[in-house]
């Protein structure tokens, strides 16, 4: 039996009268790779905040290996320590070196020992090639740089699921591929991972599992195999093809730009 | 030499003099300042809450402290407070009161700016990472809000060093003073001291200021994120 690690159940959540989530379910078992793709503003990163307790939720519940995420619990602090977000804009903390910014919480949260965390910091480090930025300060990191930092200040807490959201939205083209290749190699590992992400193929090759979503709906779930391929909505294939559109155009233009 | 009043400055105990008017500029404004950063954390951080009277009156405060000379604010509360409630205020202490009045308005906008400037996402990301509310503060804010303060308030004591030399007007002997009462006393043997005297002054404002002025950029480059 699959071993399941995140559950939602009847996920209410809004804005004020603006509803987000009307009903929303999914489970997540351990070393499952979701993907969940949609039109910007469809609730995909609310979805993440909830999970992550950031927001207050409506009605329902999320349930880490059982254990119910409500922000306004005393636990929430330490339910988080299983859980790993990696924001858009990085959000490294600018006033800490790297090396400080990954081993903060591992040290201040978890009391683990300082020279073991180091060793793990380092080693991570090195893992995503990064080892000769350990001193310097955040505002000196490229934006590919950064972000790697921020997934490897995630994995040192030793999480149960990682949660990505539109990781790479904010970098230069040429600096995206490094930073999916970083999640890639979390994939490979086994991890267990939510993935908000508008790469189609990086999906495809990440994912054992697509959603799409669409205000705030799951209007398909899929093998990404049978979902890109031939998805079975005609609001999953038209997304599709303006994404694809869309990249293209998009691709023209930062060509002509350069040009 | 004697051009240069030099000789002047050198007689009996001028320079001390001078140099005792000095300290006594930068005690006032040292006290002000400690004063000011104290009283004006506590005023920036009750600022952040969103409350309709408070943010009138904080208005209405700062506005004050902006429009009026401080000048104004030295003689109303010297002389005013003499005639209004009988209290005879030592020309120093008024002189601080005015000084803390001022700075006060400044730090306390300095610090709410500071507060307020810290992105919702870096509490978001402190959270995430499982630290709690005091943690977070204790770790990401406050470190973050000081590093944007403390060149903004080294800056503070340098205008406040600088505004010292009103002080004289309510009859505290500062280093102006000091300067003026050398010049009368000279005025028949040295008639052209004044301007080697003002030019100690300016020499000796300048020791006290640039320094500080030096570290302040230092350090907003340094921290400059
Ligand atoms: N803090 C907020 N207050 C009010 N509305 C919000 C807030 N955050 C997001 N929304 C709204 O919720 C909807 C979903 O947003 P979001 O989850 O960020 O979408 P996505 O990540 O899929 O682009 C949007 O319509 C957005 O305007
Ligand atoms: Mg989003």
Redesign the pocket.
Known sequence: MADKLLTIEHLKKS?GD?L?LKDFNLTVNRGEVVVII?P???????LLRCINGLEEIQGGEIKLYGEKIDRNKKNIAEIRQKIGMVFQSYELFPHKTVLQNIILAPIKVQKRSKSDVIKEAEYLLEKVGLSDKRDVYPRQLSGGQKQRVAIVRALCMHPEIMLFDEVTAALDPEMVREVLDTILELAKQGRTMIVVTHEMSFARAVSDRVLFLDKGEIIEEDIPERIFDNPKTERARRFFNTFEYDAVKNHTDTLNRKV | MQALGIDVLLKGNNFIRLIDGLCTALRISLVSVIFSIVFGIVFGIVMTYKNTVISVVSRVYLEIVRIMPQMVLLFIVFFGTTRMFGLNLDAELASIIVFTFWGTAEMGDLVRGAVSNIPKHQYESSYALGLNKAQTYFYIVIPQTLRRLIPLSINLVTRMIKTTSLVMMIGVVEALKVTQQIIEANRMTAPNAAFGLYLTVFILYFLACWPISLLASYLEKKWSA
């Open positions: 804005y603006n987000i949609g910007s503003g469809c609730g995909k990163s609310t």
